[in-house]
């Protein structure tokens, strides 16, 4: 019954691999009127796991779960197990500003990372997720009547998407069995796109189609530290800390403009400039936590993170700093969370659903930018569970279901609030690989 339930649980992995790799060729990552400034929404550091404790990991050390938020977590997993981990993410967000009200929802594969032991104490991982998303779409007319009692009625079509990604690499290792320390070289790549037509329904005006588009590449460190107290019985204090650099990001960026009428196409507008030239940078990152185990059982932890944006570039980045009257402003972002984490009874042969393992959280965010110097913020609860499925070898292959229920922004000074329920999914894959078999 137990290998029938594994074969089913791996074809169900490989299954929904295909179907997201189908989907995704017509879905956002994300989708926000915010994520039209700067680089975008973004995202959570994490996976499934993290995700429904309200995103806190860096102060973590779960043996079960892979845990990307900090290098030197890596060193808490199975010494002897290869570990992966697949997420995937739906997104179902209202939008209301004033009387007007839109709701839309996204679905998209969130992660991929695998992780190998090195030599007892020490491990490596690898991994990609993304690092920001852009998705919009939404239509205006022109209803200043000096305008349009010239030119007739005006429509403008503004819509973008693209993503950027940071794949990763780190290693981390374990001394005197309480200091864990890592560190993951990051590189990030990918492109956001921008475009606004202005079309009139008088025909003898040239209708007009304007974008941007980014494409950015850069490689930056990021460095982790974990300190492991024992208290007294099973019950320990865990200290995390970790540190991002910033980076310069290559690229370039394009910004254009068409005139066009009929067949015959104008080119009002084509710049072609080096991120080099123009300068955009990624923020400095540290991160600060703390947590409480008790054994296998439970764990509670509380993390703050301070990402410093107000060197980024983007105030100045033709296409990306301001649309219409909306002006943006890179600033330095706050996020504060707090979760929590318990398991009845890990070993349980009668009930099983003692022995999976509940999570809940909060989180307060406080975006990378301003609008008309107003901060964008972000607050939600998140709940979730793993759901096993275990045989004698693979003790921790599961199923991890969250959900993210939040509001960013609000209705005031004319911003747009948004509600959303986000539900993640991850496959937590876990073999032993360097283990001699016994026969008999």
């Known amino acids: ?26 879905t956002y990552g994300a989708y926000s009127p915010y994520s039209i400034y700067g680089i975008g929404d973004i995202s959570k550091e994490g996976t499934a796991y993290n995700k429904s404790m309200g995103g806190v990991g860096i102060a973590n050390r779960n043996n079960r779960f892979i845990n990307i938020q900090n290098p030197a977590a890596v060193t ?12 995937l993410v739906q997104g179902n967000t209202v939008y209301s500003q004033g009387d007007r009200k839109s709701a839309h ?18 491990a490596f991982k690898v991994g990609i997720t993304p690092y920001s998303d852009m998705g919009y779409d939404f239509s205006s ?23 950027v990604y940071q794949a990763f690499f780190g290693a981390g290792v374990t001394f005197w069995k309480r200091l864990s320390v890592g560190a993951d070289m990051i590189y990030y790549f990918g492109n956001l796109d921008k475009i606004t037509n202005m079309d009139y329904s008088d025909a003898s005006y040239r209708s007009l189609n304007s974008g941007s588009e980014l494409t950015v590449r ?8 974990q300190y492991e107290q024992k208290l007294g019985g099973n019950v320990s204090m865990v200290i995390g800390a970790t540190y991002k650099l910033g980076t310069n990001m290559k690229g370039y960026s394009t910004n254009y403009r068409y005139a066009n009428q009929s067949s015959v196409t104008d ?78 009874n890990r070993n349980d042969i009668r009930y099983y659903m003692k022995t999976c393992s509940y999570r809940v959280g909060v989180y307060y965010d406080q975006a990378y930018y301003k609008l008309d110097g107003n901060n964008v913020n972000s607050m939600g609860l998140t709940f979730g569970m793993t759901l096993p499925i275990e045989n004698e070898y693979r003790k921790y292959n599961g199923i991890t279901l969250g959900v993210d229920i939040g509001q960013k922004a609000s209705a005031k000074n004319g911003m747009i609030r948004e509600r959303y329920a986000m539900f993640v999914i991850g496959f937590n894959i876990h073999d032993l690989w360097f283990i001699k078999q016994q026969y008999q």
Not at 76 to 87: C, E, Q, T, V, Y
Not at 105 to 122: A, C, E, G, K
């Open 267 to 344: 080119t009002l507008k084509y710049n072609v400039d080096t991120l080099a030239k123009t300068g955009v940078r990624f923020a400095d990152e540290i991160g600060v936590g703390i947590a409480f185990k008790g054994g296998d059982k439970w764990s509670a932890e509380i993390d703050y993170i301070r990402s410093d944006w107000s060197t980024s570039g983007f105030d100045a980045q033709p296409g990306f700093s301001a649309i219409g009257e909306s002006r943006f402003s890179s600033t330095v972002s706050h996020s504060f969370r707090a979760g929590f984490e318990i398991t009845p």
């Open 141 to 163: 007319v022109e209803t200043n009547p000096e305008i349009i009692g010239n030119t007739g009625n005006i429509t403008y079509d503004s819509y973008g998407s693209g993503s």
């Open 218 to 225: 850069g490689l930056t460190g990021k460095f982790g530290l």
């Open 105 to 122: 929802n996204t679905f998209n594969i969130y992660d991929f990372v695998m992780t190998f032991p090195i030599y007892r104490s020490s």
């Open 76 to 87: 808490a997993r199975d010494s002897l197990a290869f570990m992966a981990d697949f997420g």
């Open 1 to 26: 019954m137990i290998r029938k339930i594994e074969r089913i649980f791996l074809l169900t992995v490989f299954l929904v691999i295909g179907v997201c790799v189908h989907a995704q060729n017509g």
